[in-house]
T-cell receptor
């Protein structure tokens, strides 16, 4: 089954404690992306990757890092989380080429930073 | 940045009424996606439109992309409480440098349906 898997789904952490949210897709997709969703702001892109070792900043990259060492994985790293990073996070992937390709989303990761 | 504008931001309708949500861009859209979301849950793919003038329907939901491919509307006929949620439009915007061939989203429309 084609899917994007995020972990953890729910996390409460403290300010400054490094954490990683993993994202894995099983469709051999080139493009992957991270979004955060906040009330009234829709989904805003944090970082994206167009292939292995190719990553770039989205709209709201501050406070986040990513890596793309393997095609299937695109972890989101919060080196020193702060309360303003409390949000719902989504990972997404799609295949390269063509505007009609289906975009797959993970189920979301609720992160609370206290 | 809100390259896509959705309106209205929120909507309360009586069950059985029709409603329309709009998604507008200042430039040509390349692939317009509609998603529905229950608050705090994942995104449910509804429809994707590519061609100007295209219209697609699923059950009581119809989405259209205008001829100029700069605006899409989502229309719900005879709304039901199960239609309640957040509706999001997303588009591929190659002119946005930090989009990386992924979706840029509108701000969402929160729909409530009163029984």
């Amino acid at each position: 089954e084609a899917q994007v898997t995020q972990n953890p789904r729910y996390l409460i952490t403290v300010t400054g404690k490094k954490l990683t949210v993993t994202c894995s897709q099983n469709m051999n997709h080139e493009y992957m992306s991270w979004y955060r969703q906040d009330p009234g702001l829709g989904l805003r892109q944090i970082y994206y990757s167009m292939n292995v070792e190719v990553t770039d900043k989205g709209d709201v990259p501050e406070g986040y890092k990513v890596s793309r060492k393997e095609k299937r994985n695109f972890p989101l790293i919060l080196e020193s989380p702060s309360p303003n990073q409390t949000s719902l996070y989504f990972c997404a992937s799609r295949k390269h080429g063509g505007s009609g390709n289906t975009i797959y989303f993970g189920e979301g990761s609720w992160l609370t930073v206290v | 940045s809100q390259e896509l504008e959705q309106s209205p931001q929120s909507l309360i309708v009586q069950e059985g009424k029709n409603l329309t949500i709009n998604c507008t861009s200042s430039k040509t859209l390349y692939g317009l996606y509609w998603y529905k979301q229950k608050y705090g849950e994942g995104l449910i793919f509804l429809m994707m439109l590519q061609k100007g003038g295209e219209e697609k329907s699923h059950e009581k939901i119809t989405a259209k992309l205008d001829e100029k491919k700069q605006q899409s509307s989502l229309h719900i006929t005879a709304s039901q409480p199960s239609h309640a949620g957040i509706y999001l439009c997303g588009a591929l915007m190659p002119w946005v440098n930090n989009a990386g061939n992924m979706l840029t989203f509108g701000g969402g429309t929160r729909l409530m349906v009163k029984p």
